[in-house]
């Protein structure tokens, strides 16, 4: 019986993460005073919401986000060792 090998499908690739532009801003008490006579004098730009982290909330963002990276990278190995495969055995010969 032949044996008739099925090319192997490689799905592309996902597209590239974009991130958007944003702001980082960091508030101190002075900061805050500012902020807040003008927001009193009606001067205060609008910001709208307001977000903070602690600095024990910012290091967990921080090995959360270095985790994605990591995760991505593990995953890229994988992809790559087996289309590696799938290459090797496209350039056996047939028996």
Do not use: C
Not at 16 to 26: D, G, M
């Amino acid at each position: 019986m032949l044996e008739v090998k099925q090319p192997t499908y490689h799905p592309p690739l996902p597209s590239p993460v974009t991130f958007r532009k944003f702001e980082w801003k960091v508030w101190n008490v002075d900061l805050m005073k500012e902020y807040i006579e003008a927001l009193e004098k009606n001067e205060a730009p609008h910001i709208g919401a307001q977000y903070a982290l602690s600095p024990s909330g910012y290091e967990n963002l921080s090995y959360s986000i270095a985790d994605v990276k990591r995760y991505i990278v593990q995953l890229q190995s994988i992809v790559k060792y087996y289309r590696s495969l799938d290459k090797t055995d496209e350039k056996k010969p047939e028996e």
